[in-house]
């Protein structure tokens, strides 16, 4: 193949400029012919050219680093240009001058341009920021540890700095013990930016170390950390320091991030254990609401409690919402983030917390509500019949024998059409639009106009608000075993993920269910499960493998009851939610998984609820690994494969109880005048610039799908209602869009 560079294109082209400037025509179209032959690509060079080109700066954190002098010339001959660059935060550069001063707190790419008359060219800059330390700054700190362990992630708190000895050790060639496993993170792990720092769990098996090493460097990032083991803990768990991820997460730019572990052992350096991570130009948005049977927050006949609780992202413990001594655990949190309502334990009734009075509690007129499907606007409830009713025998007692439309949260029947005969809806979800509903078909009889409920296959049906009709009713997916449950919609509305619950209950040895309850769509009894997606535009089915950690998790020991203990944790997976906030251009997650989180929460799998007595003496002296993990999405994933990410722990959890049903919603929004950050915290869903330049809430003009009537669109976060509302949607290859009525930024790949 005849390769022509950048160069030897210029000579093609000189014969075709008029003042200098390219003109496309005859010889332009003989280099397409030369591309579409195949003998090379088609590059176009424009005549303003800058220098240096795609610099590399490296700067060491903290110190002051030197600038660069950027110039151009037309043609060939020097010119004066207007510089702009697209990424402020790791550097700036004169307009005029062309001085690029580089920051020395953060690495990172930018695209520096240089505009001459109507003409703009662009090179990148990269910033590549250094830094080695010794030991944790929290090392020896008096800080307290609250319910959810040592900085929100538990283990044996930080390390403090290698001796010298120890760092000659580290620094030598290492030999690799395959035996020695790292139990978390796991490779691949797509993170989201402002996540507090992980702990680095291992098993050292026979080794006993006394240091380690830890190296995380990308293109633009490179921190080198020793660490010496803890006093008076086994050395099996550290924390990275939330000073040094926060330089990494916000340094990334898009490329992958390759962390190295050495550990030394006397004077033995063993490792190194390689991984690979990426992050999200993101932090995660909104607030999880879950439920516990062993919050110390909150007390009960057995002695802990059964609660709901909520965790923020950056919060390094949970805190209480229902403050009831009362079980209050089944609960659904409305869309806009406003309520969450929850099922008492007498006759079950519904109680409606609200999130903007302090969580006042009130009690619902309406029963057998629990797990319904709240319109998107909030004013309608769809409700859930049969399969997770307590007891089966009783349904009516307990939920809608059918399935039925109500006023929302007065709780009055709606008068609808369009709903089959017998219609059993079981875990019902609106879609973000609130024109479909997904859940498992439990029972129905179509009069032949459609499929009839089997108790087991994911289903959609049509719902429009203005004359309460539901329509075309569709099985999306049936399973080949088990049964479908909890379905979430992604917030583009283009897909679904789920629950495939495995296996049926059985008489488990770690029995954590003493009312003998039904366990349909529970986590009880050794029940399985795996997460599923269901692609809605492409008609696929997919097993989230990455999410569920097919292949990666590690593997426990067998429990003395001859339960299957951790020997296969991609098959305790259950009930997902979905983020209805698009961030970093990812969906994300929350689910429910007993897998062990390292060899800080890896007791028996099943032991988790505190009702049983010999379940509640183990939680008193481990921590039981039923938790919330997060796990990101592609939205643009081809289709047939598996867009998910491998999944993190969700910090801030209380690390002793059984914590489930992660609701993931948007927080309550603020009214026009408030001050805000984005636009998803506003209530009229803009966040402009007010009196003085403070950021405040607002809504649209009239008659407006955009926030800014400056710029004639919307910033990234606020409101939308096409994509071409979004400030950059326009923008070849910008990839941003209106997702769920917000504009949402790019994924990273």
């Known amino acids: 193949m005849r390769v ?20 496309v025509g005859s010889d332009l179209s003989m280099a397409r012919d030369l591309g579409a032959s195949g003998d090379m690509a088609m590059v176009v060079v424009s005549p303003l050219q800058i220098t240096p080109a795609d610099q590399v700066i490296t700067v060491a954190l903290g110190q002051t680093a030197m600038p660069v002098n950027y110039s151009a010339k037309y043609n060939g001959n020097p010119v004066d240009v207007h510089w702009t660059m697209d990424n402020s935060t790791i550097g700036t550069i004169d307009a005029t001058s062309g001085v690029f001063t580089p920051v020395s707190t953060v690495g990172g790419k930018a695209s520096i341009t240089a505009t001459y008359g109507s003409d703009t060219t662009h090179t990148t800059v990269t910033v590549l920021v250094t830094t ?32 010298s000895t120890q760092i000659t050790t580290l620094g030598q060639t290492a030999t690799l013990d395959s035996n020695v496993l790292i139990l978390y993170p796991s490779d691949k792990v797509l993170w989201p930016r402002g996540q507090l720092a992980p702990l680095i769990q291992w098993d050292p098996k026979t080794h006993n170390f006394d240091s380690m090493l830890l190296h995380m460097y990308g293109t633009t990032v490179d921190v080198t950390s020793t660490f010496t083991a803890q006093v008076g803990h086994p050395f099996v768990n550290l924390p990275i320091p939330q000073a040094l991820w926060d330089l990494v997460a916000a340094s990334n730019a898009g490329d992958a991030v390759k962390v190295d572990i050495t550990f030394g052992e006397g004077s033995n350096a063993v490792g190194p254990y390689s991984l690979t991570w990426n992050f999200a130009h993101a932090a995660l948005k909104g607030t999880i609401y879950y439920n516990t049977y062993g919050t110390h927050l909150a007390t009960s006949s057995w002695g802990l409690g059964a609660s709901v609780l909520s965790i923020k992202p950056g919060a390094t413990a949970p805190t209480l919402v229902t403050d009831s001594n009362a079980c209050r655990t089944c609960h659904t949190v409305s869309p806009d983030g406003k309520a969450t309502y929850v099922q008492q334990d007498v006759n079950n009734q519904t109680s409606r917390f609200d999130l903007l009075s302090a969580n006042a509690e009130s009690t619902l007129t309406v029963n057998r509500l629990a797990f319904p499907a709240i319109h998107p606007d909030g004013t309608l409830a769809f409700s859930s019949s049969s399969g997770s009713a307590q007891p089966s025998t009783d349904l009516a007692a307990y939920c809608d024998t059918t399935s039925r439309l109500y006023t929302w949260p007065a709780g009055a029947l709606v008068s609808t059409t369009g709903l089959p005969i017998g219609f059993q809806a079981t875990l019902p979800t609106f879609s973000p639009d609130g024109k479909h509903i997904a859940f498992v078909y439990w029972a129905g009889s179509p009069d032949g106009s459609g499929p009839a409920g089997d108790q087991k296959s994911l ?33 583009n509305g283009n897909g679904i993920v789920y629950e495939v619950q495995l296996t049926a209950a059985s008489n488990c040895a770690a029995n954590d269910n003493p009312n003998n309850d039904p366990q349909y769509g529970f986590t009880r009894d050794c029940i399985r499960a795996e997460l599923w997606y269901f692609d809605l535009v492409n008609k696929t089915n997919v097993r989230l493998d990455n999410l569920n950690g097919k292949g990666y998790l590690p593997v426990g020991p067998i429990s003395p009851e001859a339960v299957s ?71 643009n994933a081809p289709a047939g494969t598996d867009p998910s990410h491998p999944a993190f722990y969700l910090p801030a959890q209380e690390l002793s109880a059984g914590n489930s049903r992660g609701f993931w919603s948007p927080d309550p929004c603020h009214a026009d005048g408030a001050t805000c950050a984005s636009g998803d915290e506003c209530c009229g869903g803009c966040c402009e610039p007010g009196t003085g330049g403070t950021m405040v809430c607002s809504a649209p003009a009239v008659d407006k799908g955009y926030c800014s009537s400056t710029d004639n669109c919307s910033a990234l976060y606020d409101k939308c209602t096409i994509d071409a509302d979004c400030c950059d949607a326009t923008a070849s290859g910008s990839g941003v869009s209106c997702i769920n009525g917000r504009c949402s930024e790019p994924p990273i790949n």
């Open 459 to 491: 289903a959609m049906i049509d719902f429009d608000k203005g004359s309460n009709t539901f329509s075309n009713l569709q099985v999306l997916a049936t399973p080949t075993t088990g049964q479908s449950a909890w379905p979430a919609f992604l917030p």
């Open 4 to 23: 022509v560079t950048a160069l030897g294109l210029a000579t093609i082209f000189a014969s075709c400029t008029v003042n200098g400037r390219a003109q």
């Open 132 to 163: 080695t330390k010794n030991g944790d700054p929290n090392f020896g700190s008096s800080a307290p540890v609250g319910y959810g362990g040592y900085g929100g992630v538990g283990g044996n708190g930080p390390g403090g700095p290698a001796s």
């Open 565 to 635: 203990m951790h020997s296969d944790d991609s098959t305790v997976n259950y009930e997902p939610t979905v983020n209805p906030i698009v961030s970093g251009g990812y969906a994300w997650v929350v689910f429910t998984s007993r897998r062990m989180y390292g060899n800080v929460a890896a007791l028996n799998p099943w032991y988790s609820d505190a009702r049983n007595g010999t379940v509640y003496a183990a939680m008193m002296t481990g921590n039981t690994p039923k938790k919330l993990w997060v796990g990101a999405l592609d939205l």
